[in-house]
């Protein structure tokens, strides 16, 4: 079945560590997305990527890294520099802009301890 | 500013009552799309129904329909014969044709619905 898959579900970080939120489609969606949602509101744009080998900066971006070498494949790098990085994380695909087919995966909870 | 505004951060219903979700956007878009999803607990984000701008009938789905306001910018869920599964957070969403915004789903804080027996 087609869709995607987030890994891992619960992630535990240090401060001061980057971690990598794994985020694979096989939908063969050209765009992609990292959304971050904290308790009880709702979910911000961090980054987006509408083709391969090209990405952009959401509306809270600072802190955050991410590449798309592959069409499948968008990773998200929680960096040092992000302050408070505890959240849910989803990540989402989609067709071209004029449908609606967004596909969302099931979420990566980080925690800093 | 906030595209999307959600009034209602929390509201109780009865099971096998109608609910109402509040949702109002703000766009200069001539062409956008409105969207809801269900959030339970589990954290995976579920579509329920979808509005395009242009469209000029409300959308439907199942027990699911859309109250399209183009004029006054809302776009209300609205529930029918609640059940206990339907507890969840629900999100207003919005899309817009710009090209800035290509693609970008913009979300409101989000209603929580707890239905009770």
């Known amino acids: 079945d087609g869709g995607i898959t987030q890994s891992p579900k619960y992630l535990f970080r240090k401060e001061g560590q980057n971690v990598t939120l794994s985020c694979e489609q096989n939908?063969?969606?050209?765009?992609m997305y990292w959304y971050r949602q904290d308790p009880g509101q709702g979910l911000r744009l961090i980054y987006y990527?509408?083709?391969?080998?090209?990405?952009q900066k959401g509306d809270i971006a600072e802190g955050y890294s991410v590449s798309r070498e592959k069409k499948e494949s968008f990773p998200l790098t929680v960096t040092s520099a992000q302050k408070n990085p505890t959240a849910f994380y989803l990540c989402?695909?989609?067709?071209?802009?004029?449908?609606?087919?967004?596909?969302f995966g099931s979420g990566t909870r980080l925690t800093v301890v | 500013a906030q595209k999307i505004t959600q009034t209602q951060p929390g509201m109780f219903v009865q099971e096998k009552e109608a609910v109402t979700l509040d949702c109002t956007y703000d766009?200069?878009?001539?062409?956008?799309?409105l969207f809801w999803y269900k959030q339970p607990s589990s954290g995976e984000m579920i579509f329920l129904i979808y509005?395009?701008?242009?469209?000029?009938q409300n959308a439907t789905e199942g027990r699911y329909s859309l109250n399209f306001q183009k004029a006054r910018k809302s776009a209300n869920l609205v529930i029918s014969a609640s059940q206990l599964g339907d507890s969840a957070m629900y999100f207003c969403a919005m899309r817009e044709a710009s090209t800035d915004s290509w693609g970008k789903l913009q979300f409101g804080a989000g209603t929580q619905v707890v239905v009770t027996p």
């Open positions: 939908l063969n969606h050209d765009a």
């Open positions: 509005q395009g701008s242009y469209d000029q």
């Open positions: 989402a695909s989609s067709i071209p802009p004029g449908g609606y087919g967004y596909t």
């Open positions: 990527s509408q083709i391969v080998n090209d990405f």
């Open positions: 766009t200069s878009d001539p062409s956008y799309g």
